[in-house]
């Protein structure tokens, strides 16, 4: 780590939040709306193996400030304020999470419960197969690392090693991402079944990896303060695929999820936050009246009142850091 980004966030941070000063950051912009994203809170560090998952003790801490600092209102009541042109009276963010995994029903549900904080949890609907035992592809592609660090791997004609393709030295990640579902597909069976990557992975805290099946899907849908919503199906990213398989991506993550828990899904937040103009058409055709992505990407979006912007918390910094980085996004994410 940096000598500058250390000191940061042992001195500058705690200093900034402990004094209050990170609130000028919010009276320094009109927007007045933010939603936050999480993906998934663990009782042990997790960073060794992957940066999606925050600390369950910092997590609490995060809801206290909410709580003390901001209006905290569910994804549908933000959409319908900023159709109607409601302004909020105070500074309001949304909490929102993605992927669907198990430490969601686990470890947040009750810390959002114990503070009442409504929640929008985006679900991958490979969730729903039959199986119950569904790896993200993110996941087996961190295990494929993490447990053959240093060696090189081959699937489908590609070698790799430590995450980056041996001959150009691309990263693994992104090469996966625009690949189009069926090569995608084989190319992370063979590195599952190859290298033995399920049962790598069970040698872990499930915490890190595990998804939630049907059931525990279910369960979490119940209370009142939960919205589920769809984060595709299986983590395609949706503007780098082909137009029919993104429909069918849309199409049938909402199927599934709505089988499930027997309420209408309304809302996406595209996976890596990548869509394109013609995507946004075919979500709102398939009934996707919420659309969320991380970052603007096209001219328009800004005017296009079906879609809005998150932040993603850091998993791998304090909680002062991350107070001064979500009052600032107000700036650049709010609305």
């Not at 075919?282 to 979006?301: C, E, P, S, W």
Request: charged fraction near 25%; hydrophobic fraction near 35%; include cysteine.
């Amino acid at each position: 780590m940096k000598f500058t980004k250390l000191i940061a966030r042992k001195i500058v941070f705690p200093l900034v939040t402990y004094a209050g000063f990170e609130k000028c950051i919010l009276n320094q912009t009109s927007n007045n709306t933010l939603h936050v994203l999480y993906h998934g809170v663990v009782n042990n560090d997790a960073t060794f193996f992957t940066p999606r998952h925050m600390h369950v003790a910092q997590f609490e801490k995060h809801l206290r400030y909410f709580i003390k600092n901001f209006d905290i209102i569910s994804i549908n009541e933000a959409f319908e304020r900023y159709w109607s042109g409601y302004r909020n009276k105070k500074k309001t963010i949304t909490v929102s999470f993605d992927d669907g995994y198990r430490n969601n029903l686990t470890n947040a549900l009750p810390l959002l419960e114990k503070y009442k904080v409504k929640t929008t949890f985006f679900i991958s609907g490979l969730i729903t197969r039959n199986k119950g035992e569904e790896i993200l592809y993110s996941d087996i592609m961190d295990a494929a690392v993490y447990f053959y660090k240093d060696k090189t791997l081959s699937a489908s004609g590609v070698s790799f090693k430590n995450g980056h393709m041996a001959e150009s030295g691309r990263d693994i990640m992104d090469y996966l991402k625009h690949l189009q579902p069926e090569p995608r597909e084989n190319f992370l069976k063979e590195i599952s079944e190859k290298y033995q990557i399920a049962e790598k992975l069970k040698t872990l805290d499930p915490d890190i990896w595990r998804l939630m099946n049907k059931d525990e899907l279910l369960a979490l849908s119940k209370p009142e303060l939960v919205t589920i919503g769809s984060h595709g199906y299986a983590h395609y990213n949706l503007g780098l695929i082909s137009e029919a398989d993104a429909v069918k991506e849309l199409t049938s993550s909402k199927r599934a999820l709505e089988e499930v828990i027997g309420k209408n899904v309304n809302s996406v937040a595209y996976p890596d936050g990548c869509y394109s103009p013609a995507v946004k058409d075919m979500a709102g055709k398939a009934g996707y009246t919420m659309q969320l992505a991380v970052d603007y990407r096209f001219d328009g979006d800004r005017e296009d009142k079906r879609i809005l912007q998150r932040y993603g918390t850091s998993n791998t910094t304090t909680f002062e850091s991350n107070v001064f980085f979500i009052c600032k996004a107000f700036r650049n994410r709010g609305f």
